[in-house]
């Protein structure tokens, strides 16, 4: 405490707190750049951009372009499925603009679940598959294209 200080000593001390607080604020500033920065790198564009940077001459990234999730009620499959799909256009275009040429696509279905019943006075099961629908899209580096 500054109980029993001069004036000098109690200016001295604020200063001196006031210093601290500084640099913590700094530092505290610095760290979430770098918590921003490593969280930037993890996204498509920051793929790209690193790879890019490192002089890749290809980047190859999967994005997952549609979720659906079906279900099975009183023995038949429920095809009004639950859908989510997502537009890459934006993403795929800035990619591009970090120096990459988009020089092949593929898509798959990756299977995460499956439900089954059986039939509703009939023999036999119905299944349901859910899944998500990739996308692979394999980039040229530009710069080194012929």
Do not use: C
């Not at 760290?31 to 790198?41: C, G, S, T, V």
């Not at 799909?85 to 299977?111: C, N, P, Q």
């Not at 023999?123 to 394999?138: D, R």
């Amino acid at each position: 405490m500054a109980f029993g200080k001069t004036p000098e000593e109690k200016a001295a001390l604020e200063e001196a707190r006031l210093l601290a607080a500084s640099k913590q604020a700094e530092w505290d500033r610095v760290r979430q750049e770098e918590k921003d920065l490593k969280k930037w790198q993890q996204t498509p564009i920051g793929l790209a951009t690193v790879a890019f940077e490192n002089g890749n001459g290809f980047f190859e990234i999967e994005l997952e372009i549609n979720i659906s999730s079906r279900q099975v009620s009183f023995g038949t499959a429920d095809f009004d499925f639950n859908s989510k799909r997502k537009d890459f256009t934006g993403v795929l275009s800035e990619i591009e603009s970090v120096g990459w040429r988009l020089e092949h696509v593929g898509y798959y279905f990756m299977i995460t679940g499956e439900s089954s019943r059986d039939k509703f006075m009939a023999s036999g099961q119905s299944t349901a598959v859910s899944g998500k629908t990739m996308g692979v899209y394999l980039f040229r580096n530009a710069s080194k294209s012929s």
